[in-house]
């Protein structure tokens, strides 16, 4: 909502957008509403920017949980960019040990479909096109989560 007195003009990212956000759940709402905002002003539907958040959220809360142990004096890193009109691009980066994707068990399996947790890896990969896992060399895990922008007409 754009306050009173204030020209409503979209948000344009011509660089990559960084935040470095201490490992702390209070962070986690306003790095999601500020990727949903980037996708729908930029194309994106309603529900498909919802679930990119979705995604991203889950990214982050890994990150933070699992990379640092909600340890708040180490920073998770997130880049948010417009890639030429053709996808928004999110990526979050740990310090944290790395992990296995392949080696995430599946949630929807009777002996997991009723577990309180596991389900964050498998969200991401429904709501984002693209979801891609790498770990450099210097430690970590780096996510990047991609979400195709409507082709103009």
């Known amino acids: 909502m754009t306050p009173p007195g204030v020209e409503s003009r979209p948000l344009c990212l011509r660089d990559a957008l960084a935040i470095e956000a201490a490992s702390h759940l209070g962070w986690v709402d306003g790095i999601e509403q500020l990727a949903v905002h980037v996708a729908a002003e930029n194309g994106v539907g309603p529900d498909d920017a919802f679930f990119l958040g979705v ?57 997991n479909v009723r577990r309180s947790h596991g389900r964050g890896v498998f969200l991401m990969r429904q709501f984002a096109d693209v979801v891609a896992f790498s770990f450099p060399p210097d430690g970590g895990t780096v996510v990047r989560l991609e979400k195709r922008l409507p082709r103009a007409a």
Do not use: C, W, Y
């Not at 982050?60 to 909600?70: D, E, Q, R, S, T």
């Not at 340890?71 to 944290?96: L, M, P, Y």
């Open 55 to 111: 995604a991203l959220r889950e990214a982050l809360v890994n990150a933070m949980l699992h990379g640092h142990g909600f340890d708040a004096r180490r920073a998770v890193r997130v880049e948010i960019q417009v890639d030429s009109g053709k996808a928004i691009i999110v990526t979050i980066r740990d310090q944290g040990p790395g992990f296995d994707p392949a080696s995430v068990p599946d949630p929807r399996t009777p002996e």
